[in-house]
């Protein structure tokens, strides 16, 4: 069994002198960039005491040095079970295949089902997922004047706002093989979340970057965890998320990273409180630096963009066309309506022809995202019919946007209108609604509607 302390040998804390030397740090910045609550280990290392072994790589590291170099009497195995062999003859590619066959029921557990909402039951992620494409211009990101915009036509309103783009996209999978670090946007229900859940499933299964080990990370629970321990270190973090699965050594983690063999999954950015925000980053950014060979894909809100990753490329999630509309109504209908799959393919058949109808235009503006795809499906499921009164439809929309879509995630987002209630935001937006319409005024500054007083 590998030892879990290490320390240097004489030689190695000469080495180690030298390259703190070439920093210019000391050693409270040493403890920093390891994110160390105190400098005590950092001394121990310089003395030749021993510290805990995942601490001592990670100064080695970034020092920028090879740990067994430094080590005195190195740990030549690694102690995952199953005998891997020697860390000076290691195979990586049966590394990952060993790691990846422990973490296969973790995964799978963690990303093979979704919860959707108002389903009482949880659903495989195979059976409802539809692959996604990808904007490489983001629409948020176009400078465009009010003027321009209160003169389009409602043909030329899909650009801007809700409905099918007419703009170059390319599948989801392709963009993660084209950016090693790229951030997917996208407004909320659109899909970020179940995409990366997909991404983990597929690279599980060998099917997509089979030379890689998939972690998928909530960031609002790195966050909460990170605060409870005052320590905000992704390193730490998989290491504890790897003992799930009786990997207990953090060598094996360090071989994977320096080898580039992990597909890093870090999903909502925009989850993660405002008091923890900026400590996230920071991890993000050092630890994306430090492991720069490997994958990275985030998401985040569009909204919340401005939470920038550098050497991140943002793309974002595009509505759904007809074809994904077709294939997740087919999908949606044989899993959930408790029939025979012919029931729900014919159920599926109706529902888009009555979705085609020009009387229910409104209804095909909407559901091109799919949460609200889920949830008209959910609706013509139970009524067999769209609602005669579209304005319920649009309640039970802005309702789901508004708060019960993050209360079914047990997201709890920062809020400047703390106690301010569903009712009453409801009856905010609504005055917000009626008076620019009686105006003309479809698009408008947020200045403007600062001006008046309600």
């Not at 996230?280 to 630096?289: G, T």
């Amino acid at each position: 069994m590998v030892k879990r302390s290490l320390q240097a040998s004489s030689i190695g804390i000469q080495q180690a002198k030298k390259a703190f030397a070439r920093k210019g740090w000391t050693q409270e910045n040493l403890a920093a960039e390891v994110n160390l609550k105190t400098r005590q280990p950092i001394w121990r290392f310089f003395s030749g005491r021993p510290i805990e072994r995942h601490t001592f790589m990670e100064i080695c590291s970034v020092l920028e040095l090879n740990w067994r170099e430094i080590a005195a009497d190195p740990p030549a195995e690694f102690s995952v079970p199953g005998e891997i062999a020697e860390a000076s003859v290691l195979d990586i590619d049966a590394l990952v295949e060993q790691v990846r066959s422990q973490r296969q029921d973790k995964i799978q557990d963690q990303c093979g089902i979704l919860q959707l909402l108002d389903i009482s039951h949880p659903v495989g992620i195979d059976d409802i997922y539809i692959d996604v494409n990808i904007l490489e211009e983001i629409a948020s990101q176009q400078w465009l004047e009010i003027s321009d915009l209160q003169n389009i036509g409602r043909e030329e309103f899909d650009r801007f706002g809700l409905g099918e783009i007419d703009q170059k996209q390319i599948p989801g999978i392709d963009a993660v093989e084209k950016y090693s670090k790229l951030r997917v946007l996208g407004k909320p229900g659109v899909g970020k979340t179940t995409f990366l859940q997909h991404l983990a499933i597929q690279c599980n299964r060998g099917a997509f970057a089979a030379h890689q080990l998939p972690v998928f990370i909530t960031l609002r629970n790195f966050a909460e965890e990170s605060r409870v321990s005052g320590e905000f270190n992704l390193l730490n973090y998989i290491h504890q998320e790897f003992l799930t699965s009786k990997i207990s050594d953090p060598s094996v983690i360090e071989t994977l990273l320096q080898a580039g063999r992990v597909l890093l999954l870090l999903d909502g950015m925009d989850e993660v409180i405002n008091q923890d925000s900026n400590a996230v980053l920071k991890e993000i950014r050092r630890f994306s630096d430090k492991y720069h060979k490997n994958q990275f894909v985030a998401s985040c809100r569009t909204a919340a963009q401005k939470l920038r990753l550098r050497g991140f490329t943002d793309v974002e999630i595009a509505p759904f066309t007809s074809e994904q509309i077709i294939a997740f109504a087919q999908k949606w209908f044989v899993a959930f309506t408790k029939t025979n799959t012919q029931d729900g393919q014919a159920q599926s058949v109706e529902f888009i022809q009555k979705l085609d109808l020009a009387e229910n235009w409104q209804f095909r503006q909407l559901v091109v995202i799919p949460l609200f795809l889920h949830l008209a499906c959910w609706v013509f499921h139970r009524q067999e019919k769209f609602p005669t009164k579209r304005t319920d439809f649009y309640k039970q929309g802005l309702d789901l946007l508004l708060g019960k879509w993050d209360e079914a995630r047990g997201i709890e987002r920062d809020d400047v209108y703390r106690g301010f209630l569903l009712p009453q935001k409801l009856k905010f937006l609504s005055q917000i609604a009626a008076t620019t319409f009686e105006e003309g005024q479809y698009f408008f500054e947020q200045r403007v509607i600062e001006q008046y007083n309600w």
